[in-house]
């Protein structure tokens, strides 16, 4: 600790660590307040990381939102960089209750999960997101047993300034499958990580093979999550349904908003909700208005009905007016151009009256290379003149990565890369105890080479044995997914 942390901090207990920070308990030396403080790693912070985590840290800054603790101070002293929280005296990280309780009641797991998404709805409504939700910032109050979330939007920037200099995070399960691909998180991150949460909580086991590995979290992203298997058969349809959407694997599929979210879980009753009737309505006088019993037509009323008028009847006019200009557009059809050369393409486009672009390359050998293997739009659709179609160019060379196909199965093996077009060749079985009958054990290339379109790649499958597992020390085995 720097001298400026140990003079304004007391600090006591480690609640928790993972690669890149640790986050302590303490108190204030002035006054006893509460606090808790994360403190990054050092050595990865240069000053331009220093300054994005300076500007997160400022954008969430004395921000009061239910259920979320307070960022109340940050501190950089050149080397390392510290944000200060305000908590409640007793709490600890919810994963060490999970760890010490043998179960937890549906109702308990209810109540939490309420919590946390009201908790990141009001993050939504500030326009800011969590950025990195996992069982190790989520903290569990005590005596309550309520929860409340450390707010990590610096933890994020952290992450996506250091994820290229290593491979291991401790909160690698819960990153949505855009930020395990390089994105940055946002609102929809969060909205898969408590969907992760979420299938943990009412199922005791993880949605995807639990790793560390970043390489291995990539290549287990491209598969369907494991069967949701509740532990509670009359778990209600609707969090069923909540999780499923919230663990979609594009982002535009999810909730668009958290309060969506809540409304699969507990639709709304209208009857709790009843339209509001306002008491004792005050009545404005216009000069010029007479109040009488029931409706009277006024003046004003005249002025609104001219001013509507008008409006209407310039729409009409606007309307009209648009859709002679649209329907006066000359039709053209777009010419087929597969297999012809850019030239000739962008002449037959012209003699249609439409622009040309080349838009890119696609590797494909059923044309020569160098000419059209595609446009979009496709020949023969009629467009309106003057549209602009796009050409793609047949190209016969290029290398694709060797996806990590390490514990997959070979039919999953072949779903990987498509536009690489492998070849996956099974070259022998072998016995093992650790990887299931039908999975591969090894293959070569290796993940990471490159090679040529159409390439092929050698594959070892497991023939199984008498045992499924062997256990390992720093991952859950493949049939005990509870989380570790």
Known sequence: ??????????????????????????????????????????????????????????????????????????????????????????????????????????????????????????????????????LTNIMAIHPSQSIGLIHTLTHATYLAAVRNQQDRFDSLAFWAPEQVMGEHGNRYADMYAIGVLMYVFYSNQWPYEFTQSLDRMRSVQFAP???????????????????????SKDPADRFHSFV????????????????????????????????????????????????????????????????????????????????????????????????????????????PEGVVVESKPTGNREVKEGRTVFLYIAKHSGSFLVPDLIGMSVSTARGTAPDAQFTYRVVSYQTSTSVP?????AQMPESGTKIKHRGVISLIVSKGSDHNIVPTPDAPSPTDDTPQ
């Open 1 to 134: 600790m720097t001298p400026i942390i140990k003079s304004l901090y007391k600090l006591d207990d480690l609640l928790s660590r993972d690669g890149i920070s640790r986050t302590l308990k303490g108190r204030t030396v002035e006054t006893g307040r509460t606090i808790l403080v994360t403190q990054y790693d050092p050595k990865w912070i240069t000053p331009q990381i220093a300054q994005a985590l300076i500007e997160s840290a400022e954008r969430v800054r004395n921000l009061v939102i239910p259920g979320v603790f307070t960022t109340i101070d940050y501190h950089y002293d050149g080397t390392s960089f510290f944000v200060v929280y305000d908590a409640p005296h007793h709490c600890s990280p919810l994963i060490n209750l999970l760890k010490s309780a043998e179960k937890q009641s549906f109702s308990q797991l209810d109540q939490w999960c309420d919590q946390l998404l009201d908790s990141l709805h009001g993050l939504e409504t500030h326009g800011v997101f969590h950025g990195n939700l996992s």
């Open 225 to 247: 999550p494991r069967l949701f298997q509740p532990l509670n058969p009359n778990l209600p349809t609707g969090i069923q349904s909540a999780i499923s959407r919230a663990l």
């Open 260 to 367: 969506a979210f809540k409304h699969c879980i507990n639709p709304p009753d209208d009857a709790d909700n009843p339209p509001l009737v306002i008491q004792n309505p005050v009545i404005r006088v216009v000069p010029g208005d007479t109040i009488k019993p029931g409706f009277s037509w006024t003046p004003r009323h005249t002025r609104f009905a001219l001013i509507g008028a008008l409006a209407l009847g310039l729409a009409i006019v606007l309307n009209a007016v648009y859709i002679d200009w649209v329907t006066g557009i000359p039709i053209s059809t777009v010419p087929q151009l597969k297999g012809k050369t850019p030239d000739d393409a962008l002449h037959a486009l012209a003699q249609a009256n439409l622009k040309g672009e080349i838009a890119g390359e696609k590797v494909d050998f059923s044309v």
């Open 437 to 441: 009958s039908g999975n591969i054990i």
